[in-house]
């Protein structure tokens, strides 16, 4: 089937073990476009059922062969790329992204399939290690101790609101579970439901072709809180990954830690993602820089999780150069729609903890109604910033806050101030050197990705990418849910001591 003869109409139905399963209560998507289509509303006991569906499943395919594995993730890819144009025509319709964006995203998405197939037929994740025995070693002789990195179980995951594609149904949390051979239940979001359940049939199809267990992918629709807080206190889930608000996160995660057998939350939760404009870079190119943060701060009306919400720069007429080219690109920037009316509620609430404060100076204040926002500046100087905790917390939109330093120990002061973030950028020339150096440091220690002379809203997926950071940036510093290591958040290590040739794993029995 090419991807243009594809036909979709969203029935509005769970996929559990195999099943499209209906018969509830029901909620309507709100679409940019008017149109909505009736979606079941899951239940606890649906959970219940995809759990144990997913546990029965994991005791075959956590142990398939990884080349078994890579074929399956391949042919999810391949039936998402059959769906292309009946994707992004719901897709569309359902967050009011451009087309150009949801192609972007599903590419991204398939390419990320792909990254993890060829991922796991290489071995390397595995980190197989040997200690041979050491009969003779005195005054105790060594055991032979082997060790593998091994699949914890059925994972949960958390459709994102902000990428329907990407970090979502097969998104990337769903694809390094899948490639680590661990059975995935999700919980799709309610801003795209028929996008999340489209994309379950391409995975459901890539199940039927490879001959793969029914309960190693399930889609429950969202809707009500008790579906998520069933999935993770649900006994048989050994890890969650999410992307999304700090609030929702953080309330999920205390809820995996107050489990009887506490879980691992990978939970990317927010960042302002603060951005250095040194003194040479400023006095240079200030303009162009100032130019370019306001395409990055706009683009997808502001909302990626890496959005660049604040600038330092120096006080002074280099500042000012920045701070006059940012504001003019930003009064140029068109009208834009939000993804849904709660996330743009909550950007005209943020917005609102700056204009109501007499400390920071509105240097753009558009007129937004509704899901068309256009975006705002705001400017204060570091001490208001490390003095007022609100100013820090992240605003999911098109807002910047410009903060003005008066020295180099000012901005370090700053940065150090900060909470962990996703990313830190700093824009510098080579006579920044000496800066940069003292900067780097200290914001290593605050973000998981650390940029020079860019701009963050792009997120490379790649295996030398981190996408996470100390918290309130993620609920794990040592993981990230983009790249190829984002395989290990659901893998352990398990060694295994004197175990013979003949029954030990088939990828650890021929390496020495």
């Known amino acids: 089937m ?100 949801l192609q972007g995203e599903r590419g991204r998405t398939t390419g990320q399939l792909r990254l993890f197939a060829d991922h796991i037929r290489k071995g390397d994740y595995l980190d197989r290690r040997v200690d041979s025995a050491q009969p003779d070693r005195a005054p105790a002789p060594r055991p032979e101790i082997r060790m593998m990195q091994r699949p914890i179980g059925p994972i949960a995951v958390f459709g994102a609101s902000n990428f329907p594609l990407a970090f979502s149904t097969a998104g990337g949390d769903t694809a390094a579970a899948l490639a680590a051979g661990c059975p995935v239940v999700v919980k799709g979001h309610s801003a795209h439901p028929g996008t999340g359940e489209i994309i379950a049939e391409a995975i459901h199809a890539a199940i039927k072709t490879c001959g793969v267990h029914p309960g190693v992918f399930s889609l429950i629709q969202g809707g009500k809180r008790d579906v998520g807080q069933a999935l993770v206190q649900h006994p048989l889930i050994k890890a969650v990954g999410f992307t999304g608000s700090l609030g929702g996160g953080r309330a999920l995660f205390d ?20 951005m250095f404009v040194l003194d040479a870079a400023a006095k240079a190119r200030g303009a162009s820089i100032g130019e370019g943060w306001a395409g ?21 007429a280099d500042g000012d150069a920045f701070v006059a080219a940012a504001k003019g690109a930003l009064e140029q920037a068109p009208e834009q729609v939000m993804l849904t009316d709660g ?25 937004s109604e509704g899901r068309a926002v256009r975006p705002d500046l705001f400017e204060t100087d570091a001490d208001t910033y490390l003095q007022d905790h609100a100013l820090g917390e992240e605003v999911f939109g098109p807002l910047g806050l410009v903060v003005r330093v008066s020295s180099d120990d000012d901005m370090r002061a700053l940065a150090k101030g900060f909470e962990g973030q996703l990313t830190a950028t700093i824009h510098m020339d080579d006579e920044d050197a000496g800066e940069a150096r003292a900067l780097l440091p200290i914001l290593e220690r605050k973000a998981g990705r650390v940029l020079v002379n860019g701009f963050p809203t792009g997120v490379e997926v790649c295996d030398a990418m981190v996408h996470g950071g100390p918290y309130p940036a993620s609920t794990n510093f040592g993981a990230t849910s983009v790249g190829t290591l984002a395989i290990r958040r659901f893998l352990r290590p398990v060694s295994y001591q004197n175990v013979p040739t003949s029954v030990l794993p088939d990828d650890l029995g021929d390496v020495s």
């Not at 144009?85 to 992204?97: K, P, Q, W, Y």
């Not at 809820?255 to 993602?273: D, H, M, T, W, Y």
């Open 343 to 367: 996330i743009a509620q909550a950007y005209h609430d943020g917005k609102a903890r700056f204009t109501g404060r007499n400390a920071v100076r509105c240097l753009l204040d558009s007129v």
């Open 255 to 274: 809820l995996c830690a107050q489990r009887p057998e506490p879980i691992p939350f990978f939970g990317e939760l927010g960042s302002v993602n603060p």
């Open 2 to 101: 090419t991807a243009n003869s594809f036909v979709f109409k969203p029935h509005g139905k769970h996929l559990i073990a195999g099943e499209w399963i209906g018969g509830g209560a029901v909620f309507a998507n709100a679409p940019a476009t008017g149109h909505t289509d009736e979606f079941q509303i899951g239940t606890p006991a649906q959970v219940d059922a995809a759990c144990a569906a997913a546990e029965d499943a994991f005791w075959s395919y956590g142990y398939t062969p990884r080349a078994e594995r890579a074929k399956f993730l391949d042919t999810i890819a391949d039936e998402i790329e059959a769906r292309a144009e009946a994707i992004t025509e719901i897709g569309s319709r359902e967050s009011g992204l451009p087309t150009a964006r």
């Open 296 to 316: 990055s701060l706009t683009m997808g009306a502001g909302q990626f999780c890496t959005n660049p919400g604040i600038a330092v720069v120096r006080k002074g």
